[in-house]
Structure formats: C-alpha cells, structure tokens
C-alpha cells in the first residue's frame, strides 16, 4: 500500500509492506525501516521503531476528528496527521470544502479536559474545539472545515465513549 502522509505542512511518500510476524516494511520517501504494529484498544494502533540495540520510538494513531486526519502520539506530543489529503481533494471529499453540518466525534473513549469554543463561533478550518484524554495522552480535536460551532454536546470533566459527538460545526 502507498499513502500520502502530511504531517506539519510537509508531504510525505509512505508504502508499507507485511514483512510477517506483525513486523512490516515502512518506506518513508524511499528510506526503509522495519516496523513493529500493534493494536491498542478499538482504534488505536501502536507502532515500534527499532532505535539502537537499547532503545525504541513509540508511535501510537488514533483516528482524528476529520475524514482522512489521524493523531500520532510521539512522547506526550500529539500531532494531526492528513493520509491522502490531495487525493481526496480531487474525489471532491476535502474537508475544508464540504457544505452542511459537520461532527467532531470522539475517537476513542475518554474524558473531556477542555472545551474551546461555545455555541455561536466561528472556527477556522482545523481549528482546535476540544481536547479529550485518553490512555493518558491529550488529544486535541479539531474543525473539520471553516464555520459556525452550531451545539457543544459536552462539558470540561465529562466522560465519552468512542463515536460519541462532542462539537457539531454548520
């Protein structure tokens, strides 16, 4: 499989190949490694790099909160990451683009840390509107698109199961 993966405004060629044993071959712009992947709960997927003989990268992905958007978690960091945003651009299911309402859902089951917009804002496309715990790493979901918040479905503190709407953005 070959994906296009941005990360920070920067595009990059990924393919994978199964190498067996739940390892696989990750070529990131022609640089290969060896990668261990593993699920973590319903979504979640954690993937190990190989560093010296004494150390390892942990990279966990958990779906975002917008068509195509994953979140890598990296050392307490949380980074959006776009898998083949042109590509869905051009299939006209760019999310920046979309008319009608669009939900900012929970990608996985945790608790609501802070609520970032109110009913009645206006949001900028991949705008933060909410950032949400779970397995100990804050998440910071974003707008799918340019709008109006039209509900906040949660408040500071309260728990979510994954799926559940937290923002819906007209």
Do not use: C, W
Not at 62 to 76: K, N, R, V
Not at 80 to 106: D, F, K, L, Q
């Amino acid at each position: 499989m070959t994906f296009e993966i941005e990360v920070d405004g920067r595009t990059r060629h990924v393919s994978i190949e199964r190498a067996g044993g739940g390892t696989f071959r990750v070529s990131v712009d022609g640089a290969p490694t060896i990668v261990d992947a593993r699920r973590v709960g319903e979504f979640g997927v954690s993937l190990l790099f190989p560093g010296d003989a004494h150390a390892v990268t942990a990279i966990d992905l958990t779906p975002g909160s917008a068509p195509g958007e994953m979140l890598a978690h990296l050392a307490g960091r949380t980074v959006p990451v776009i898998v083949n945003g042109r590509r869905m651009a051009r299939g006209g299911a760019a999310t920046g683009s979309a008319h009608g309402e669009h939900r900012v859902t929970a990608p996985m089951p945790g608790r609501v840390v802070r609520v970032l917009v109110a009913r009645g804002d206006e949001v900028a496309a991949r705008q933060p509107v909410v950032v949400v715990e779970a397995m100990k790493m804050e998440n910071e979901l974003r707008s799918p698109r340019a709008g109006r918040v039209k509900e906040v479905e949660v408040v500071a503190g309260a728990s979510v199961e994954a799926g559940r709407v937290l923002v819906v953005i007209d």
